[in-house]
């Protein structure tokens, strides 16, 4: 018998994240192990009048690929796949991971030339997703490796993501719209502004963050629900970046943490970067095509039922009282023309926690958002 969560986690994806119609074609990609959340999922689906299909990616493929493959057919991008982005209405990700360290090994060039392989494919998704021909979302089956990396056994990891994603209230939908008001009216505010930066005190050695991202002529998104589940947090294409960012989480992507990330842009680009642990994997994704130095997204966190750092940035991006970046490939939707098979989030705390100072947000010199709360009382976090 399945988690009786999944079947409420089901219902949100469907009815309201995807909203999904009759005669829908909607792909449900996953690895086999969470096949009860595809069987919910798949379900639902069919109730809803869609025409459900599972395409099965399992982790184990993947490895063997990224073993055993020449560099040839790590570049190979099927001709299926990009058959599919252009033909389904609906892609629900259940992302499901057996081992979160399976790729830990593999050479940093191996990665870059698979991870360039996804060009065509990332751009051709984001151009259908902005006009509204694709729905997607994409949420977190819970798995022993993955609650190994939160530091939970399963039980709580469970508790943790379903409580995330407000499936323990009586009618999750509705909490997920009352959160679209309030960030609506951040989005709203920062619509009217030119620039917004972010800083944050010289800390544990090193010079803080001190980072002005240009967001006049971007378009700020109000994410509640829809691509992501759990959600929460509103974000925008950055026009221009100056400054430098130290980021407080480990950066984490196939399986690699990379450890102490700082970034210094100058004209929109990345400069210069380093790590405490895996530099090298760092240097090899952001060299591995022209767009991949550059800032493709800029948010702020909001969902302030997630406190703790997971290990998954489906989470830890969200976490509310922080703010993240992503180098690489930008929604088209939110105002950003870059291009790049990278989409990288790093997230960076502002609360005061730990012994971490915190830091602001300002606005055209407005400070909004100081020490992990924003100081509007009807913006999110507040009541």
């Known amino acids: 018998m399945r988690h009786p969560m999944l079947d409420r986690l089901a219902d949100v994806i469907v009815t309201y994240s995807t909203r999904v119609k009759k005669d829908d074609l909607v792909m449900i990609q996953s690895d086999p192990i969470a096949m009860p959340l595809v069987e919910a999922v798949y379900e639902r689906v069919l109730e809803a009048g869609g025409h459900p299909f599972w395409n099965s990616r399992p982790e184990s493929l993947h490895d063997i690929l990224m073993e055993k493959g020449t560099d040839e057919q790590l570049a190979y991008l099927s001709p299926l796949k990009m058959d599919a982005v252009e033909k389904v209405d609906v892609r629900i990700g259940l992302w499901a991971e057996v081992n979160t360290r399976s790729q830990s090994k593999i050479p940093p060039e191996r990665a870059a030339i698979h991870s360039r392989s996804a060009t065509p494919y990332m751009k051709r998704f984001f ?60 989005c709203d505010f920062l619509q009217q502004k030119k620039e917004v930066h972010f800083k944050v005190a010289p800390h544990d050695g ?118 993240h970046a992503a180098v690489g490939a930008g929604y088209p939707e939110s105002g950003s023309t870059n291009e790049s098979a990278l989409h990288w989030d790093m997230v960076c705390e502002l609360r005061q926690r730990n012994g971490h100072p915190g830091g602001t947000i300002a606005a055209d010199g407005e400070v909004f958002h100081e020490n992990g709360r924003f100081l509007d009382p009807s913006f999110p976090g507040n009541g």
């Not at 829809?226 to 430098?244: C, M, R, S």
């Not at 994997?281 to 703790?308: K, P, S, V």
């Not at 989470?315 to 509310?320: R, T, Y």
């Open 127 to 186: 151009d259908r997703a902005a006009s509204g021909d694709l729905r997607w979302c994409g949420t977190l089956y819970p798995t022993l490796a993955s609650a190994q990396d939160a530091e939970m056994s399963l039980r709580a990891y469970e508790k943790f993501v379903f409580e995330a994603g407000l499936l323990h209230l009586p009618d999750p939908a509705a909490a997920w719209r009352e959160i679209r008001e309030r960030q609506q009216r951040v």
């Open 206 to 323: 090193h010079d803080g963050t001190d980072l002005r991202v240009n967001v006049d002529g971007g378009i700020w998104i109000n994410c509640s629900g829809g691509e992501n589940f759990p959600d929460g947090e509103v974000f925008a294409g950055p026009q221009g970046v100056e400054g430098h960012v130290n980021y407080s989480f480990p950066a984490v992507v196939d399986g690699r943490e990379v450890e102490g990330v700082r970034l210094q842009f100058k004209d929109g680009r990345v400069v210069d970067a380093s790590a405490r642990k895996n530099e090298s994997f760092l240097l090899a994704m952001l060299d591995q095509d022209e767009g991949a130095r550059n800032l493709g997204e800029i948010a702020i966190g909001t969902n302030y039922a997630i406190e703790d750092f997971s290990r998954n940035t489906l989470f830890d991006e969200k976490i509310g009282g922080t703010f």
